[in-house]
Structure formats: C-alpha cells, structure tokens
C-alpha cells in the first residue's frame, strides 16, 4: 500500500546489513591480500607490541693500541703515562673480537657468569628468551651471538660492543665481563709474544754465561794449582830476572877477560872474579830452564794461561754479545706490547631499546606486499598469456 511509512529501525538494519554485504565482498574480493599481507602482519605486532619482553643495550668502545713511542702520538698517550702509535692494530682488535664471540667465551661465560641464567630471566616471554634450561654449547653460542654485537670501525679502529638482554643490570655486567675478557685475551697474546722473543735470547744469554763461568772457573783452577795469581807477572819478573842476570854475566865475563891480561889466573882476585862468573852462568842456566826448559816451566805454563785468557776473553765478547741482544728483545717485546684502551665505559641502560617493534612491523609489511605484488604481477602475466 503507497499510503504506509516503514519504520525508521527498519531502514537502519536494512542499512548496515548493506554496508556489512559490501565488507564481505570487499573481504572476499581481497582475501588473497588479507591472508598474505594483511593477516601476518597483525599477528606480528601483536606479538610484538603485547607479548614480547623489553630488553635492554648496554655498550661500550674501546681500542687498541701498541706501546711504541711516536712522534706523532701528541700528548693525549701521556695521559695514560706512555706514548701510543698512530696506527691501530686493526688485526688484534679482530683476534679480540673473534674471540669473543668464540665457543670459549661462551663456555666462560656459562662457567663464570652464569650466562644462561641472565639469558633465561623470569617473566621473559617463551619466544624471546633463551628455550633451554641446559642448552648444548651450540644452542647457547648461537643465541648468545643474537644477543652480542661486535663491530670495528676500520677507519679509526674503534671497536664498539653491544649487549642486550632483558635486565639492564645484566646487559652491563655482561659488557663489563666481556671488556675484561677481551683485557685477559690481549694479556695472552702479550704474553706468548714477549715469551717467543725474549726466551730465545734469554737462553743464548744463558749458554753464554755459563761458558764465562766455566772458563773462570778454570782459570781460578790454573792459578790455584800452580800456586800462582798471576802468571803473566811471573812470566815477565822471569824474563826480566834472567836479563838482569845475563847482563850481569855479560859484565863479569869482560871483567874476568880485562884481568886475566893483567894477572895471574891463579891470582885470588881472578879465581873470585872467575867463580862468579860461573855463578851467574849456572844462575842464567837455572832461570833460563824455569822459562822454556821443562814442562812445567813458565813458558808452557804461560802459554796454557794465554789460552785460557782469549777463551775467556771470547766468552766474555759472547756474554756482551748475547747480552746485548736479550736486552734489544726486551725492549722490542715492550715496544710491541698491546694495549686495550676503554673509550666508552658500559652504561647502565634505562629505557629499552629492543625488540625494535615499528621497525620490524613496517619491515614485515613492506616485505610481504612487494612478495604479493610481485606474485599478483606474475599471476596477471600468467592469466593474459593464457587468454
């Protein structure tokens, strides 16, 4: 009947039902973008935004340095009371780094520090935490690098560390264990460097001064046994006695000869003059036979001596020698000490700054539409090449 009004509920029900037939069709006709995009990407920050844990940085800096003066280290080294080099030793900085994040780090950590505790936290969600109760070392190492980073700065050698974890007083005590670990490894390798160096030129050093001592030995041997100190003297007070002496016969056989033109050889002056002369020859014979007569005379004896005195004069230049060069590898070994410098101490974070949720979430988004507008491009393709 034209003359009848419809109720005005009527007309709303009858609206909204039209309004949700336009949704479901809307919904239907982009299900595909829904259920690819769409779909995850709510689950995602849900998870994200109401299920996943805080956890919190805390980072360091630090470089290292060798212990050699430069003339162009400044006077910012001096600070610290030594000089340091201009160039970094980007190498050592990756062997610290590499360890770090080794299996044995990890194992001291767990050993130590109680590494799986910090990573197992309570009230930590199931998903962000570490799984296991008593995980494999692999297990831990591979979450453990999740929650480290480690990068150097190879312009100016400055390596920066990060920990996160879910107590800030977890993320700093690990960064502070991690620094004096990385301290210890650097120790070691300073270490094993002065010990390859230094030991090699202590031993010669060593061998050196034991010889000096053997060959001194002998020569305190040489004087105790022939009751003589020194054996040079003595060599040169027997030349210098049998020279005297020979002169002194030179000059008695000219007196006997000028008196025995002038007197009688029976004469008591010349028998005298004569007996002394034979005193003096048996004299000059005797000492003559005590310098190069027998084996036991001052020339062999002193030539003994001689022998031993370049030998230990050899010892003695090896000694200088071997001593020297032990003294050179010290100071090379101290000039190629290292040093790990903290530029950054660890902080105490407040505020957390991981899981980064808008980042992830637009990044999800992003990913998956460009996936489904990639397979959207190529269905369409298919379905005109088909037509």
Do not use: C
């Amino acid at each position: 009947m034209h003359g009848i009004v419809q109720p005005r509920n009527a007309e709303v029900r009858d609206e909204s039902r039209g309004i949700v037939s336009r949704l479901r069709a809307a919904a239907f006709a982009n299900r595909f973008f829904l259920g690819i995009v769409i779909l995850p990407t709510l689950i995602v920050a849900a998870y994200y935004y109401l299920i996943a844990s805080d956890q919190y940085a805390s980072s360091a800096d630090f470089v290292i340095r060798h212990a050699e003066t430069s003339a162009n280290s400044g006077n910012y080294g001096q600070l610290f009371g030594f000089n340091f080099g201009t160039s970094s030793t980007a190498s050592e900085a990756f062997v610290v780094e590499n360890y770090l994040l080794s299996h044995d780090a990890v194992a001291k950590l767990r050993r130590e520090d109680n590494l799986v505790a910090r990573f197992r936290p309570e009230g930590a969600d199931l998903f962000s935490r570490l799984w296991y109760a008593d995980p494999t070392p692999e297990q831990l190492q591979k979450y453990y690098k999740k929650q480290v980073e480690i990068e150097q700065n190879e312009t100016s050698g400055i390596t920066h560390l990060k920990v996160h974890s879910f107590r800030p007083e977890d993320s700093r005590a690990l960064t502070v264990k991690l620094l004096e670990m990385g301290e210890q490894q650097i120790n070691a390798i300073n270490e094993r460097t002065y010990r390859d160096q230094v030991e090699a030129a202590k031993r010669e050093l060593d061998i050196a001064a034991a010889k000096l001592t053997t060959i001194q030995k002998q020569l305190t041997g040489f004087r105790r046994g022939h009751a003589d100190i020194d054996p040079e003297g003595t060599g040169r007070a027997q030349l210098g006695l049998v020279t005297n002496l020979t002169a002194s016969l030179v000059q008695a056989r000219a007196q006997l000869r000028a008196m025995g033109q002038a007197v009688s050889s029976d004469s008591p002056q010349y028998i005298a003059l004569k007996r002394q002369v034979q005193a003096l020859e048996a004299q000059v014979a005797g000492q003559t036979s005590r310098i190069a007569g027998t084996e036991t005379s001052v020339a062999n004896r002193l030539g003994d001596y001689e022998q031993l005195v370049i030998q230990r004069e050899e010892a003695a230049k090896l000694h200088a020698a071997t001593a020297a060069q032990y003294a050179q590898a010290q100071a090379e070994a101290k000039r190629k000490q290292l040093y790990l410098i903290r530029i950054v101490e660890p902080n105490l974070p407040v505020k957390s700054l991981y899981p980064e949720r808008g980042k992830i979430v637009l990044t999800v988004l992003a990913s998956l539409f460009f996936a489904y507008a990639i397979g959207w491009l190529l269905w369409a393709g298919v379905k005109e090449h088909s037509i």
